[in-house]
């Protein structure tokens, strides 16, 4: 797929400098830029690279000015990275766009779907499941009884949705994503066994939501696990029953959130983040990487450490725990000179 200096500069409304002509069919970083490639340039400590690019296209800032000569077509704009960014995402969807019943797989006949369905070989869709408009159901899926999948939602190969699972629209779950599972509820025997407690809630996920690869949201035990809009979830995330996450939070890769937990609104929290159960965390917190949260927090809270606590606090406090080796061999020095006395 190619496209011109002149198409690319209609879509972000910028200004050629160069040869409106000039076609590119693949992007690059504009220190590794090849004939035929768009790049972009945001950072100034890359300047000296533009006059150096092979890349055909480069998007740069308005207030940009060559100080030297190049041989790339520039458009300029009012934020190149935004721009670029924008770009990413038009390429995506473009490089994206399936759709038909692919054999081997299996849909059953109460299954409802809207226009442009993709359904990838070697899924399966079972029963009472309605999918809306543009859905993208990639090779290898499971998408087990009465779901309900939005507008415009792409579920990536290998992922797995199980039953009575509500999804928005605009929401993209990638591979090995599991969603549904069984919440991990045991209740102990006197013989010091224990007994699998039903599971017979659901998961709900709203508008706008980004699922990364490996993440797991467990099923409520009774009522829903909700997962609210704008959410953004990286790869390998633990979503316990019964969670709630506030909209527009982010979470980064490795952290886990305990059963019964609340999470609030436009919250921040790290990779390797472990929450206990049946806390609320409240809107706009920020949770610092590896950090241990055992107890509420309170709105705009920024937390750090394990346990953890205020940041600003912690950050002074590690200043004394790097240097409690210095310390106590002073405090031994010290001692023996005053042992002598």
């Known amino acids: ?45 890359y300047n000296s690279y533009l006059y150096t690019t092979q890349a055909t296209i480069t998007i740069v800032n308005n207030s940009f000015s060559p100080e030297s000569e190049y041989s790339t077509t520039l458009i ?58 543009d859905v993208k159901i990639y090779p290898n899926c499971f998408i087990g009884d009465n779901v309900v ?18 999804i928005g629209n605009n929401c993209a779950i990638y591979s090995g994503c599991i969603i549904g599972a069984d919440g991990f509820g045991f209740a ?27 993440t797991t949201i467990d099923r409520a035990t009774m009522g829903s696990t909700i997962i609210r809009k ?28 305990a059963g019964s937990t609340k999470i609030g609104k436009n919250c921040m929290i790290g990779g390797q983040v472990g929450i206990a159960g049946h806390l609320t965390i409240s809107d706009n917190v920020r949770i610092q990487a590896q950090s241990g949260v055992g107890r509420n927090i309170k709105e705009g809270e920024v937390v750090q450490g394990s346990p953890a606590f205020n940041y600003t606090d912690f950050s002074k406090s590690y200043v004394h725990f ?9 405090f031994d020095e010290f001692k023996k000179q005053n042992d002598k006395q």
């Open 1 to 45: 797929m190619k496209f011109t200096a002149e198409q690319i500069a209609g879509i972000l409304e910028g200004e050629v400098v160069g040869n409106p002509n000039a076609e590119v069919h693949t992007l690059s970083k504009i220190e590794e830029g090849i004939p035929g490639s768009l790049t972009f340039l945001a950072n100034p400590k």
């Open 76 to 133: 300029k704009v009012e934020d190149a990275y935004l721009a670029f960014s924008k770009l990413l995402e038009f390429y995506d969807q473009a490089k994206g766009v399936k759709s038909g019943i692919e054999q081997p797989s299996v849909m059953s006949e109460s299954v409802k779907y809207g226009e442009n369905l993709y359904l990838g070989s070697f899924s399966y869709i079972g029963a009472n499941v309605i999918l809306g408009n």
């Open 149 to 166: 999948i939005g507008n415009n939602v792409t579920i990536f190969a290998g992922a797995k949705i199980y039953s009575d699972t509500i």
């Open 188 to 214: 102990p025997n006197p013989d010091g066994t224990f007994s699998k407690i039903p599971q017979i809630g659901n998961v709900i996920i709203e508008d706008n939501v980004d699922i990364g690869s490996c």
């Open 230 to 257: 704008g959410v953004k979830l990286d790869n390998q995330i633990q979503i316990a029953h019964n969670v709630e996450i506030g909209e527009n939070t982010v979470i980064a890769a490795q952290t886990g959130v």
């Open 322 to 330: 790097r240097n409690l080796h210095k310390t106590m061999s002073e």
